[in-house]
């Protein structure tokens, strides 16, 4: 069972490049999420999802785009780095409103250095 | 508004004694579900339990106990005879259903050193 996919697992930008994280699910969930995880602030919700074809602003959105076109991916994109967005990215997938008591199922994360 | 709030940054304990995480949350909503997930070095997330607005029965599995109140909005975990394989850091999330549309949000976390 692979469950979230997440690539790549590291990345080192330079300011101002764009690059797209990948996150796939194979489980059939309807939400998926995008987090940033920095010291001390725990992980902050940056874009997410409840099906395909809708997406929402988390928290911490600027500077990110998302796209939902299938239910099993939703790739996050870095327009124009910065070294603020400098972090550990993780996406996660939950299966939807009617089981919305289910734990969300998060990816092994994107560590992203940008100089 | 949603929110989770885990006072205790980081926690020092010796091997063998009891450690409890503190997680506080604040929603208008009266459905809504908590977690407790487990960050080891590793980095991946665990998800540990799940606890529902209209279950306050305390839970325990082996030497972890979870105790959610209501009334002081609170939902702690308990490490009993705590492990060196129990350092990691220690995340609260809250999920809403009806103000915050199924968002997940979390807690800052709460780093938990065991020393031997």
């Known amino acids: 069972n692979a469950g979230v996919t997440q690539t790549p697992k590291f990345q080192v930008l330079k300011t101002g490049q764009s690059m797209t994280l990948q996150c796939a699910q194979d489980?059939?969930?309807?939400?998926m999420s995008w987090y940033r995880q920095d010291p001390g602030m725990g992980l902050r919700l940056i874009h997410y999802?409840?099906?395909?074809?809708?997406?929402d602003q988390g928290e911490v959105p600027n500077g990110y785009n998302v796209s939902r076109s299938t239910t099993e991916d939703f790739p996050l994109r870095l327009l124009s780095a910065a070294p603020s967005q400098t972090s550990v990215y993780f996406c996660?997938?939950?299966?939807?409103?009617?089981?919305?008591?289910?734990?969300?199922?998060f990816g092994q994360g994107t560590r992203l250095t940008v100089v | 508004a949603q929110k989770v709030t885990q006072a205790q940054t980081e926690i020092s304990v010796v091997e063998k004694e009891d450690v409890t995480l503190d997680c506080v949350y604040e929603?208008?909503?009266?459905?809504?579900?908590l977690f407790w997930y487990k960050q080891p070095p590793s980095g991946e997330l665990v998800f540990l339990i799940r606890?529902?607005?209209?279950?306050?029965q305390n839970e325990i599995s082996g030497r972890y106990s979870w105790n959610f109140q209501k009334s002081t909005s609170s939902f702690n975990f308990t490490i009993t005879a705590s492990q060196v394989v129990d350092s990691a850091v220690y995340f609260c999330?809250?999920?809403?259903?009806?103000?915050?549309?199924?968002?997940?949000?979390f807690g800052a976390g709460t780093i938990l050193r065991v020393k031997s």
């Open positions: 996660a997938s939950s299966p939807g409103q009617t089981e919305a008591g289910t734990e969300a199922f």
């Open positions: 489980m059939n969930h309807e939400y």
């Open positions: 929603t208008r909503d009266t459905t809504y579900y």
């Open positions: 999802s409840v099906g395909a074809g809708i997406t």
């Open positions: 999330a809250l999920r809403c259903i009806e103000e915050y549309g199924n968002k997940l949000v």
């Open positions: 606890r529902n607005s209209f279950d306050e």
